[in-house]
């Protein structure tokens, strides 16, 4: 799949300065700090309710943050509402999918494509490889929940790109995806990167995270446990003792 030329113009680094998130008495996010150049990726992992999705609603505007500070490019867009992050080019995508599901394949690219102001040819001809590569460019016109769920799954990340980001969110993109189909994620995220967009992602398919980062975050209860490669942070007992475990230990070493 080859990158579309001109994809993502202008693109800008995000930076997360000591963010922190409390609902109520519970603290689900503290000091958390980290920086995203253009065509960077990040891995973000983690067990259970360490904040990982938190993490991308706080940063994409949904949930309101405690303290600390989202810069894009240099400028602050801290408790800018969802639409306006989206708009200066920070979009995600959620663990489940978020098609219009009633509307067509087609429609669903055509919304997201008019949200950049990119729904001609123009438009199209940067989502085509996506379309093409995932084989969803013959079923455009099919209603989109009528789509097997991984081409469900594979539709999101596409609208995800359509809204032409500039930083890219991806909640657990593989989750519920057949083994066979994960690479498509990785085809996806290559092909994200390669036109300059800055990747996040939550992930707890650790040989996905493996292939895919060159650096990882671990977030435990709220707070960075490690940060690195992932073949360094994932072979720490500290790691290993709050998240990995006997599966990843046994990973290693196979
Ligand atoms: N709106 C909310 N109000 C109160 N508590 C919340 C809210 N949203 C999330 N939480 C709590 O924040 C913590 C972190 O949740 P979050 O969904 O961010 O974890 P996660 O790391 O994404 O987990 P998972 O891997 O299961 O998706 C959990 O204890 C969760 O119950």
Redesign the pocket.
């Known amino acids: 799949m080859e990158p579309a030329a001109g994809a993502v113009a202008g693109v800008e680094e995000l930076r997360v300065e000591n963010l922190a998130?409390r609902?109520?008495g519970?603290r689900?996010?503290e000091g958390i700090s980290f920086a995203l150049a253009p065509g960077d990726l990040l891995g973000v992992i983690?067990?259970?309710?360490?904040?990982?999705?938190?993490?991308?609603?706080v940063i994409t505007g949904r949930?309101p943050p405690s303290g600390g500070r989202i810069l894009l490019g240099g400028q602050d867009i801290t408790g800018r509402p969802t639409h306006a992050v989206s708009r200066l080019g920070v979009v995600r995508s959620f663990?489940q999918t978020n098609t219009f599901k009633a509307a067509s394949v087609r429609e669903n690219v055509s919304r997201a494509l008019r949200f950049s102001g990119g729904a001609g040819p123009q438009g199209w001809a940067r989502v085509a490889p996506l379309l093409d590569a995932f084989g969803l460019a013959p079923r455009l016109g099919e209603q989109s929940d009528k789509l097997p769920y991984g081409l469900q799954k594979m539709l999101g990340l596409t609208l995800a790109y359509a809204a032409n980001p500039k930083v890219l969110l991806l909640?657990?993109p593989a989750a519920g995806l057949e083994r066979s189909e994960r690479t498509r994620v990785d085809e996806f995220v290559r092909h994200v990167r390669a036109c300059g967009c800055s990747v996040l992602i939550?992930e707890?398919d650790m040989d996905l995270v493996r292939r895919l980062c060159p650096r990882i975050i671990v977030?435990d209860a709220?707070v960075v446990l490690a940060e690195g490669p992932p073949a360094e942070v994932l072979a720490r007992q500290d790691v290993i003792a709050a998240y990995v475990g006997a599966d990843a230990a046994g990973d290693e070493a196979a």
């Open positions: 998130k609902f109520g519970l689900v996010l983690g067990p259970n309710g360490a904040g990982k999705t938190t993490l991308i609603n949930t663990q909640d657990e939550v707890h977030l709220g």
